[in-house]
């Protein structure tokens, strides 16, 4: 392994470890949580920083991790289950799109945006899926869960991360690499 790749895992594995933890800020309270959204902000930056590979990697992992090593917060099925795909969607866009978009205040915000909107629709079709049989899951549902119910996580995503962002850019050696 070259000195970049082990610096990426490391930074991955401290995304994923902050995912796990930041959630113990809300309480384990599943209303709170759905609100501010404590694992996205890690999993975003972690496709920003370490790129789509990584951020996908650890989005994918986050959820379920968490649901296994804390007996059930979020619940594997459906909450991490679904969440893994949304996780996982967020980190691939944002890490796609942010090597591919202007390294400025714009480009930043067109590919945090789209990957937020990716995520959320990735989550609905999986949680459309889970829920075929019984038709629990209406578009009503889709719109509390994936927008209405969560815009104070919304507004913390789009004010912290890119303060975040610009912050690490500032004090990395290369901006280019972050």
């Known amino acids: 392994m070259n000195n970049k790749h082990v610096k990426a895992l490391v930074l991955a594995a401290l995304f994923l470890a902050l995912a796990y933890v930041l959630p113990f800020f809300t309480g384990n309270i599943p209303q709170i949580g759905s609100m501010l959204l404590p694992m996205h902000i890690p999993v975003l930056l972690c496709g920003f920083v370490c ?22 917060f979020p619940p594997m099925f459906p909450t991490a289950f679904a969440m893994a795909f949304e996780l996982a969607a967020y980190g691939f866009a944002s890490g796609f799109l942010a090597r591919r978009l202007p390294k400025n205040l714009k480009g930043l915000y067109t590919a945090l945006i789209a990957a937020m909107m990716c995520g959320r629709v990735v989550w609905g079709i999986v949680m459309a899926l889970i829920t075929l049989k019984t038709s629990s899951f209406t578009f009503a549902a889709f719109m509390a869960g994936a927008f209405t119910n969560a815009i104070p996580g919304i507004i913390l995503q789009l004010v912290a991360i890119p303060a975040i962002i610009f912050a690490l850019q500032k004090i990395s050696k290369s901006p280019a690499e972050v």
């Open 51 to 72: 790129g789509a590979p990584w951020g996908t990697v650890v989005g994918l992992i986050a959820p379920v991790m968490r649901s296994v090593l804390t007996g059930g």
